[in-house]
């Protein structure tokens, strides 16, 4: 069992840039992903890196703007938001897996508590 403990969510404006990060306790993962679920709308796939490989996907709204990282001795995945928008308003999860892929959310195995992003125009 990997507990996931996210931080770094909190309010901001428009334009501003912010740093997720989310910790694993001890154990197997093959990669992290982060997702975010804005109100009303379904949850949504952002990033994922390959926890030894370092392999990166990006949803195509990510791109450009946010960045994922690792720190493997840490046990830390980071994602770098920049140049928010209004509509990046949303509850960030991060998750862990045996694999490495962007969907379907139920092939993560493990799930941080979430953090939320607000940001103002």
């Known amino acids: 069992q990997v507990t996931l403990v996210e931080s770094g969510g909190t309010s901001v404006q428009a334009g501003d840039s912010l740093t997720l990060s989310c910790t694993a306790s001890?154990?197997?993962?093959?990669?992290m992903g982060w997702f975010r679920q804005s109100p009303g709308k379904s949850r949504e796939f952002v990033a994922v890196i390959g926890w030894i490989t370092g392999d990166i996907v990006y949803a195509e709204d990510a791109k450009g703007r946010f960045t994922i990282s690792r720190d493997y001795a840490k046990r830390t995945s980071s994602l770098r938001l920049s140049g928010l928008k209004p509509e990046d308003t949303a509850v960030y999860s991060c998750?862990?897996?045996?694999?490495?892929?962007?969907?379907?959310?139920?092939?993560?195995?493990?799930w941080g508590q979430g953090t939320q992003v607000t940001v103002s125009a």
């Open positions: 998750a862990a897996t045996y694999s490495f892929t962007t969907w379907p959310p139920s092939q993560y195995h493990y």
């Open positions: 001890p154990g197997h993962i093959n990669s």
